[in-house]
C-alpha cells in the first residue's frame, strides 16, 4: 500500500520568491510520482511528474526533486505568480491502476 | 486532448433526494473514478470502475452507489442525498496502460444539499 503525505495545509509566498512544496510517501516500491494543480471550481490538471529513474524533472518554472532515500519530494515553482495560487497535489501510482494523493498545500501568491 | 466532461457544474438538491451525477469521457479509457474534495481531507475515492458493469468501491462509498453501463459513462448516485454529501465532485478517467496511472479530471461538480 502506499501512503502519501502534504504536511503543510497551506503556504503564502511573495511574488517573484520561490515556492517549495513538500511531499512524503511510504513505499518504494512505486516509482512515478505526480503533482497536479487545482483551481477551485474546477478539476485537477496534471502539472509535472517524476519517474524514480530520476532525482530532478524541470519544466519553465516548475522542478520537482525526488529525494528516494528520504522518501520525498518537492515542487519548486520559480518565480511564482499570482496565476500559481491554486491547491496543489502529490500523488503516486498504486496497487490496482490507482493513484494515491496527499491532501493538498494550498498555495498563496501574493502580489 | 483528453475531455473528461460532468453533467452540472453547480447542483443544489433536498435532503432525501436521489442524485444522478454524470461523466463522460472521450479517450476509450477503461478506468473510471469518482472523488469528493473536501477542505482539508483532500480527494477521497468513492467508486472505480476497470470495464463496463464493473464496480469496485473506493475508501468512502457509504451513502453513494455507481453504474456503468458505457465505456465511456461512469454515473455517481445518491440515493437518498443527505447535507453531510455536500461536496465537491470530481469524476476522472485513465488508461490502464499508463506506467504512472496518470489520470484526468472532469471540471467537478459543487453539490450542496440543503
Known amino acids: 500500500d502506499q501512503q502519501v503525505k502534504q504536511n503543510s495545509p497551506s503556504l503564502s509566498v511573495q511574488e517573484g520568491r520561490i515556492s517549495i512544496l513538500n511531499c512524503d510517501y511510504t513505499n518504494s516500491m512505486f516509482d512515478y510520482f505526480l503533482w497536479y494543480k487545482k483551481y477551485p471550481a474546477e478539476g485537477p490538471t496534471f502539472l509535472i511528474s517524476i519517474s524514480s529513474i530520476k532525482d530532478k524533472n524541470e519544466d519553465g518554472r516548475f522542478t520537482v526533486f525526488l529525494n528516494k532515500s528520504a522518501k520525498h519530494l518537492s515542487l519548486h515553482i520559480v518565480p511564482s505568480q499570482p496565476g500559481d495560487s491554486a491547491v496543489y497535489f502529490c500523488a503516486s501510482p498504486s496497487a490496482g491502476n490507482m493513484l494515491t494523493f496527499g491532501g493538498g498545500t494550498r498555495l498563496m501568491v501574493k502580489p | 486532448d483528453v475531455k473528461v466532461t460532468q453533467s452540472s457544474r453547480y447542483l443544489v438538491k433536498r435532503t432525501g433526494e436521489k442524485v444522478f451525477l454524470e461523466c463522460v469521457q472521450d479517450?476509450?479509457?477503461?478506468?473510471m473514478f469518482w472523488y469528493r474534495q473536501d477542505p482539508g481531507l483532500g480527494l477521497r475515492l468513492i467508486y472505480f470502475?476497470?470495464?463496463?458493469?464493473?464496480?469496485e468501491k473506493g475508501d468512502i462509498p457509504e451513502g453513494y452507489s455507481v453504474s456503468r453501463e458505457k465505456k465511456e459513462r461512469f454515473s455517481l448516485i445518491l440515493e437518498s442525498a443527505s447535507t453531510n454529501q455536500t461536496s465537491m465532485y470530481l469524476c476522472?478517467?485513465?488508461?490502464?496502460?499508463?506506467?504512472?496511472?496518470?489520470?484526468?479530471f472532469g471540471p467537478g461538480t459543487r453539490l450542496t444539499v440543503l
Open positions: 470502475s476497470y470495464d463496463v458493469k464493473m464496480k
Open positions: 479517450m476509450d479509457h477503461e478506468n
Open positions: 476522472a478517467s485513465s488508461s490502464p496502460g499508463s506506467r504512472s496511472n496518470e489520470q484526468f
